[in-house]
């Protein structure tokens, strides 16, 4: 299944906007990560849309897919950023983004990452403790300097996704929870190297269903009310990402304007609001596939067949991790015959597959496979292990497409380890 309009068949061959793979391939060899520029665009083009009656600043996540050249493509069309650690402020300063357009989240910001980011000039940090808000204020006063700062909630919403990516419910390690919050609050406003400006809440990953979005925002609202009337001038109401995209047929892609109806709806009668929205996986997950070559075909005595790649799992950690599902299609149709296979990897794990039971087209020794909706979670969670080289990444725009990271060496294997 392919949902991205820019990537698509023509003749039998797979393309990605003007460029057919199999040519890219050719150039840049397997495994490859292959993006579509167009398709980052007009999935950010469906935010502005939906937000342009609000005033919104869109923060892409860079966890999502943290190619530099990835990150300037959202920073020349406006974007803030969202990063999570001192790594990802580094890259986004390397993107020149405006630096008060960044938004810091995490739990477990060092000393070292809050020193650079107060220097840095970031937006704000979204606390999730009360001794983050005490070592952000500590750290503000020995640089004489104010941190401005958003406290996460942890309203207890259920967003019906996968537990391993919910972050809003009472079990999960994010967020200040909603019995303790306007205390917090209290506290922060009271801090001298500290100013209150925002709330922040991020309900989770994947999200189908945008009405958990809605019951959430009507308890923040609540919050920002109790504490405008406490003379707490929250200005900015963080909204979190998760907003999820449809990996198999049957699941039906989010409507963004129902999202936005949704998020906006309980602050029409509070003045002086900044959203601040912080997409990932919607912006970049269809704009990406991972291709691969087969490397064998096998059958057991048992009936099943595997189709052997040369990527799995220390690349594309999806499957394995979470049960995460990619459509895995023929880089050039050649057959209307049908098999089931379990296409696997090279690792040395049972876990390492990109899918079971898939129904794929006929496939031989040499052919090409392209896993789709890689864009987000791909290359980021990737991992040497069994020493592999990552995948070279490519970026496709138009006619052209380039090389934006380029493959490993196995000397770049041993960078850093001292012999």
């Not at 209290?186 to 809440?201: F, H, Q, T, W, Y």
């Amino acid at each position: 299944m392919i949902r991205a309009p820019h990537i698509y068949y023509e003749k039998n061959n797979l393309m990605v906007e003007g460029v057919m793979v199999e040519k890219i391939i050719n150039e840049v060899g397997t495994p490859a990560y292959i993006y579509s520029k167009s398709s980052f665009i007009d999935q950010l083009k469906q935010l502005k849309d939906a937000f342009k009656d609000y005033s919104a600043i869109i923060c892409y996540s860079i966890k999502a897919c943290h190619n530099t050249n990835i990150i300037k493509i959202f920073v020349n069309e406006g974007c803030g950023l969202d990063i999570v650690s001192g790594g990802e402020l580094y890259r986004a300063l390397k993107a020149s983004v405006d630096p008060r357009k960044i938004v810091y989240s995490g739990v477990g910001k060092t000393s070292r990452e809050i020193t650079e980011s107060i220097n840095a000039g970031i937006l704000m940090f979204n606390v999730e403790s009360e001794q983050e808000l005490e070592r952000i204020n500590r750290i503000g006063s020995s640089l004489n300097n104010k941190a401005p700062v958003s406290i996460r909630v942890n309203p207890g919403v259920d967003a019906k996704t996968h537990p391993y990516i919910t972050t809003g419910m009472k079990e999960n390690k994010f967020g200040i929870d909603s019995g303790k919050v306007i205390d917090i609050f209290r506290l922060a406003s009271k801090m001298s190297n500290i100013e209150v400006c925002g709330i922040d809440v991020h309900l989770g990953s994947q999200l189908l269903n945008p009405k958990p979005y809605g019951e959430a925002m009507k308890i923040i609202a609540g919050y920002v009310k109790q504490l405008k009337d406490e003379n707490i001038d929250i200005r900015y109401v963080d909204v979190g990402g998760g907003l999820g995209i449809s990996y198999k047929e049957e699941q039906q892609a989010v409507s963004v304007q129902e999202y936005a109806s949704l998020i906006t709806e309980s602050f029409i009668d509070i003045p002086g609001i900044t959203f601040i929205l912080e997409p990932g996986r919607f912006l970049t997950a269809q704009a990406g596939i991972l291709v691969a070559r087969v490397q064998y075909v096998k059958d057991n005595l048992y009936g099943k067949r595997f189709v052997i790649v040369d990527t799995g799992m220390h690349h594309l950690i999806r499957p394995p991790l979470y049960g995460g599902y990619h459509s895995i299609i023929p880089v050039r149709k050649k057959s209307d015959v049908r098999i089931k296979a379990d296409v696997v990897g090279p690792i040395c794990e049972s876990t390492d597959f990109l899918g079971k039971k898939c129904l794929l087209e006929e496939v031989y020794q040499d052919d090409l496979l392209a896993v789709t909706d890689t864009g987000a979670y791909g290359i980021v969670l990737a991992s040497h292990y069994n020493s592999h080289s990552l995948p070279v990444e490519v970026l496709v725009d138009g006619a052209g497409f380039k090389i934006i990271r380029q493959k490993e060496t196995y000397e770049d294997l041993l960078y850093g380890e001292l012999t």
